[in-house]
């Protein structure tokens, strides 16, 4: 069986979450491939040792490039910062090295369309970290969808909100800065416009109000001294789809109570479903004919799931979400397609987000297709 | 103490509705007028003897207008079809007749701005019949917003969607009848709209998606013949607030699943609080420093409740709303100041209403004044 | 059609929930009787005067044995304290009067026997007031079960609770009197024991243990006196049904977050069906081979619904279903069958609650057969 | 940094269990010791090769006893059918190893109390799976009440449900056979029993009722042939605690609908806390003083959480349970005092079932300590 060298760059929350996947990926599903763990990289080549021995990796590299030049490094995981995955992801492809990259593909539209050509132009597999759209759940509704169960799709509503920016003591991060892709729309609207790309198709054209509520913050936790902000605390928009139908996405981090309200209902002529990742392993269904809404719990019937437990309601947690993304990263590099966000995906959510700023800035419905 | 007499013109399930509240103001609480229960009129004076025996009028007209000549009627309540509203209304205004009004105000915006004009200029009191905004609940919600409890505003995101017309074979009916204000607009997102005034103020622009999806049903139940439908299934639009807070709207009759899905979420600076109507008894609130969203059951503490019951738990239907209503109608004929819709603020909603329509035929944003 | 007159006696919170509900009574429904409110008793005349202008009675009593006299009246509604249903129930027998008498029956199972037997002899129409059990999701249940569509029933698990004595400071009132009947279990466990046997059938047996967590509270609110407490503040049961089904009951009015959560879960071989008070308009139910439970609200198909909306969602409250429960004692007082809680049914509740006190006293398995 | 060796007896779905979590562990936490993956059994040798390499053990055995005399391995782990752990588990603590043992400890209560007392005398370190204690919510809950926030516990009320067996056509399995410690009691309720123990303490005395419902199934899957059935389908009982709480437990593997639903509600005299494994990531919370139940759900605040995770609203998994069961058996390992289920407190649970099946038996309340 083929070897597939893993190299990992990063070692922060999301580093580490990609670890944790490409280590159980290989306890839980049978690979067609053999998976190594090959190389990680971090500045801080301390950091980097005691992560490697934590998590399994056979070499550390303390300069990104490096890791992306190792001959065992096949498929080039990248968690650093926005701002990085440009120059890395590019360096990645132009070494004709497979590429997973987080979420967001880049800091600009520019940039994106940029990566989206020269992965192309490369001919290597791709994929970006929107993990949601891996959980077993996600994946039926989407074949509920396909097979044609919810009728024809009329209504998508979608709605992506927390609470983590509405206390205006929060202090300035580099997701409340413009250069990095910052603002809720792109924290955490993006994860919601993918999601409603991958459900429901194309959006063809928007209409959209994005608002700053706190225009200044303290520059960090406690600090007297305030930076100004200028990017969106909550945006809510209209949207339409290429197939016809119409719907609404709205995304805060203001929004008092929640903590990872990424969810829609999705209504079709045949029945509504609903989704809420703050009870990931759930959907609320309504078909023609029956009373009222039905809870449907994730069991062993879903391919994804059974992968985890042999038993219904034992649930996944947002960790295993990234092993599914990562288990079929590996089925796209073993050649056996499947449906993840490569480079081409991820630029046109990019492309609906930059849309969506460019409605609210001129007030006015933007095609898509005009960015 | 002054004698009130009622007169009621209509004798279906919403005549019922408002004949129930009449008799229940009463014993429910101690009004400050004498309530009579003077006429009721019916074309079909057969069917008004009988309704007037079961629900305690005195007497019974078999044309309207003798109902509002009548000398015992101080207070005409109309509960007739959408398009006799103004000419029963402009009558009974023109008598001097104090007026209430089942929603919509009007078949059309002219009419509506008529019916308001007139009511002004006579000087008589006028109540609407948006009768959810008398619950409890509601007014609690009101009286937080007011007290500054949820911050400042920042936004309101509103449904109502049912799905008592998914069924394609679901037949014509005057709701589908753009003369008589049809469509899902008109028929629930009214409501929303006057809920999101009633809560959050005034609209300031619109922009707006509007959708027919079923274009032709059959004349009747069961018919072979069809007939063309215009109105919308379903609406989707942004709205702008006077006071800042920014939002959406969504209606549909279309959505399976729901049976009174008339619900909101407020999200302030302080606090975000979430309503629906199918669970009418309750709020969801969370508060900045608390883990969660917390139900809170209505219970005595809130005067509208404790009205019909000292415990709680106990819980208010529908037809408790609108004694209530009827209520706050009389303390209004008492001259005992409040917050009940009168023909201006029905006007207002309808103008609301108007504006989204033009938003939606002309794909842009909409200024409520320009309509 | 034969009149048929209502003496009413008591007008505190419940004697006003009769009044509207024979009100309200003769407007949803077509009765097979005309419906007359004949006569209100209340030792305070004024009081009597007063409430019998608000509710529409013709005439007052000073004295309740008048109006058991009073040849207008039929049917004598008792809505006093708890130990005068015994005298007053006994004396309108004696008069040969149907009654309709509020729970509990009587305040000890000796009063209950034998105004059980009178009634019995004398062969008048006796109902009880379990409101609780016209609620149409009730008989809708009821109907499930009747009809087989739960399979065997297996278990019944109910619960009971509240939170108005949580308060250690709450004082002292007739519910913790022994000789009115008091206690958690006879104030809400005995709904409760009334909706088993309603929906599952007779118990045969049961094991208990009750508990008295404040043994002392004010004499009256913010009294510095104190009034030893011997009355149950929760009670948890086993019960045995006879058709072998096997289940838990548990009362509580100590339990912190419940303002009247009288709930159950009923589990047969076919299916799992759920209800609770705090949201009556509801039923949760999954049958075999459905994926989870199902939200079933309540909608016009139930009869007992649609005498009050045309419209499923528009939510019955409290006061609807005492409306629901007169209905029924009206068709049953003109001959028409029915399931009401007659005065020998409310005695095998009482009975249930002496087996399950003795029980707990003597820490055995009980037969209620031997109380 | 000691070093600590892993030997794990087993390559099912629970071998795999411990697998990922021995692997996570070391990614997720910083640990006193260095942890090796030493070796792992199966009488398949194959299957043994083919899981060491996908889970990372460094070699394999196909005979236990090897395995347990193997001296790279200092912890065992037993993950193998009921009736092994007792002699497996006897000869890691004859060899003076740590054993780490799924549960139920054993098929009897004589093996358990053995194998507790051979714990003891031999001074090793013992732990059982009863991993869902280890859930945060559930240690926040302890915390809860061992702080006094929820006041004098005054009722625990646990159920502990799943519809597995509730197909008359489910077929027989070791989990019905008594020699192996079957029923939904053995099965089910025993998780619920060790939760019960944890928050609230010991149990002195209970009263229980155990049914078959089913008495036959087929021998196995589509089979014609039938065997008979004589463990408990489900159990009701009463629950006494040692520090004065009372308590009901149900458990069933015959409830349609529910899938994992371990659940409890724990009133207090400050507070009601509630808790459902299907929704594993929550507690539902009313204070004194509060007007309803809120949800509270997991977040980095809880030190179980934030291995994981350091925003809220991510969710664990059942896998990640037993990650952090790991962890505490390592922390245990390496003198770090905690609150696992060790051989001692396993056998309390053993007992206590086995106290509640003699109250079946014998239909009456039992002292555990007859037992």
Redesign the interface.
């Known amino acids: 069986m083929r070897e597939l060298g893993v190299g990992l760059i990063g070692t922060g ?1 999301m580093g ?1 979450a990609h ?2 996947a490409f ?2 990926v ?3 599903f049978e690979l067609p491939v053999t998976l190594k763990l090959a190389a990680l990289a971090d500045a801080d080549v301390e950091r980097a040792r005691r992560c490697a021995t ?3 990796f056979a070499r550390v590299h303390n300069d990104w490039q490096q890791l992306i030049d190792d001959p065992t490094v096949d498929v080039v995981a990248i968690t650093t910062p926005n701002h990085l995955h440009y120059p890395m992801a590019m360096a990645a492809v132009a070494a004709g090295k497979a590429v997973y990259c987080e979420k967001p593909l880049a800091v600009s539209l520019e940039q994106a369309a940029a990566m989206r050509r020269a992965a192309s132009a490369a001919g290597v597999v791709t994929r970006v970290g929107y993990n949601y759209q891996h959980n077993p759940m996600i994946v039926l509704a989407r074949q509920m969808i396909d097979n044609g169960e919810l009728g ?1 799709i ?2 998508f ?1 979608g ?1 992506f ?2 609470d ?1 920016m ?3 003591a929060s202090p300035w991060s580099w997701r409340c800065d413009v250069e990095h892709a910052g603002g809720a729309l792109a924290d955490l609207g993006s994860h919601l416009l993918s999601m409603a790309r991958f459900l429901v198709g194309d959006v063809e054209s928007v ?3 994005t ?1 700053t ?1 706190h225009t200044q913050r303290p520059a960090s936790a406690g600090s007297a001294e305030r930076r100004p902000i200028v990017v969106d ?2 945006v ?3 949207l ?1 789809f290429a197939h016809g139908a ?3 996405l ?1 995304s ?1 981090w ?8 990424l969810s829609f209902e999705i ?6 479903l609903a989704f809420d ?4 392993n759930e959907l ?5 004919g ?8 994730a ?1 062993p019937a879903l391919p994804g799931y059974a992968a ?13 979400l990234k092993t599914l993304e990562v288990h079929e990263l590996i089925m796209a590099l073993a050649g056996q397609g499947s449906t993840g966000i490569d480079f081409a995906a991820a630029w046109e959510v990019e492309r609906l987000a930059a849309a969506i700023r460019l409605a609210a800035r001129q ?3 933007v095609r898509v297709s005009e960015v």
Not at 267 to 272: L, N
Not at 290 to 297: A, H, I, K, P, T
């Open positions: 929350f580490r670890a944790l280590n159980n290989r306890a839980v934590a998590w399994g024809q009329i209504s509503q709605e909100s927390e983590f509405a206390d205006p209409c959209a109000d608002q509520i605390d909550q809510h928009a209209l339409r119409r719907g609404t709205s805060s203001l929004k008092r109570g929640y903590k990872n309200h209504s079709g002529t045949r029945a509504t990742q703050e009870r990931l609320r269904l309504c078909r023609a029956e009373d009222g809404f039905q809870r449907v719990l069991g985890f437990s042999p038993a219904a309601g034992h649930q996944l947690g947002y960790n295993e007030e006015r419905w």
